[in-house]
């Protein structure tokens, strides 16, 4: 069973950096294929997408936030660290992280494996504020 | 980017109805095209991966269909926890995006 568990700071001032951890159990980030994103929802709005990390360390990041935001991974501790700077009250959302799931052997288009994330972690609410 | 145009932004429907969410992407993609369900409070949980593949535990009354730049989310004979949030995800290529999301009341 795949778990997924968010943690950090609730409140963080303008300026300052968020350091988010998922700590997750039930797989392994050096299994080939495996990946684990961060995913954010303003409160009342919708799900934004920022970033992915993968088994062999390759990472990609929303554009919109590729200057302010860095994920790193911790294979021997399970965990996921996103880092984000220069927080202003915008960035005030719940931040997910989730495992990327592998569809092997789904039709899709050659070179690309279909993917979705399932499970997602409960989420962490983040309030940036003075 | 590939833009996700979700509609409509919300809903109302009585039980046993049947109603469909529609995801309309900027580009072919496919059917990298998954649906989230979001309850207040919760974390999104897929329903549909790959366009029409039914996520395991999931009722049998969603199902999802579509490719290229058209995709449907349909639920057949409403139950009344079938209120919430359902959002569309491209999973073609990076960045992952997310549709606006589409509010269903019972």
């Known amino acids: 069973q795949i778990t997924l568990k968010e943690s950090g700071p609730t409140l963080v001032k303008p300026t300052q950096t968020l350091t988010l951890t998922c700590t997750f159990s039930?797989?392994?980030?050096?299994?080939?294929?495996?990946?684990v994103g961060w995913i954010r929802q303003p409160p009342g709005k919708a799900l934004e997408w920022l970033a992915l990390?993968?088994?062999?360390?390759?990472?990609r990041y929303s554009p919109s936030l590729r200057s302010r935001v860095t994920i790193t991974k911790d294979t021997s501790k399970n965990q996921v660290v996103l880092t984000m700077t220069n927080m202003d009250p915008a960035d005030t959302a719940t931040y997910y992280c989730?495992?990327?799931?592998?569809?092997?052997?789904?039709?899709?288009?050659?070179?690309?494996?279909?993917?979705?994330?399932?499970?997602w972690g409960q989420g962490t609410l983040v309030t940036v504020s003075s | 980017d590939i833009q996700m145009t979700q509609s409509p932004s919300s809903l109302s429907a009585s039980v046993g109805d049947r109603v469909t969410i529609t995801c309309r992407a900027s580009?072919?993609?496919?059917?990298?095209l998954n649906w989230y369900q979001q309850k207040p409070g919760k974390a999104p949980k897929v329903l549909i991966y790959?366009?029409?593949n039914l996520q395991s535990g999931v009722p049998s009354r969603f199902s999802g269909s579509g490719s290229g730049t058209d995709f449907t989310l349909t639920i057949n004979s409403l139950q009344p926890e079938d209120s919430a949030t359902y959002y569309c995800q491209q999973s073609y290529n990076t960045p992952y995006t997310f549709g606006q999301g589409t509010r269903l009341e019972i």
């Open positions: 039930g797989f392994s980030l050096s299994t080939t294929g495996v990946g």
């Open positions: 989730a495992h990327r799931r592998l569809g092997i052997g789904l039709p899709g288009v050659v070179g690309n494996t279909q993917n979705w994330f399932d499970p």
């Open positions: 990390i993968f088994w062999d360390d390759d990472k």
């Open positions: 580009q072919r993609m496919s059917t990298f």
């Open positions: 790959a366009a029409s």
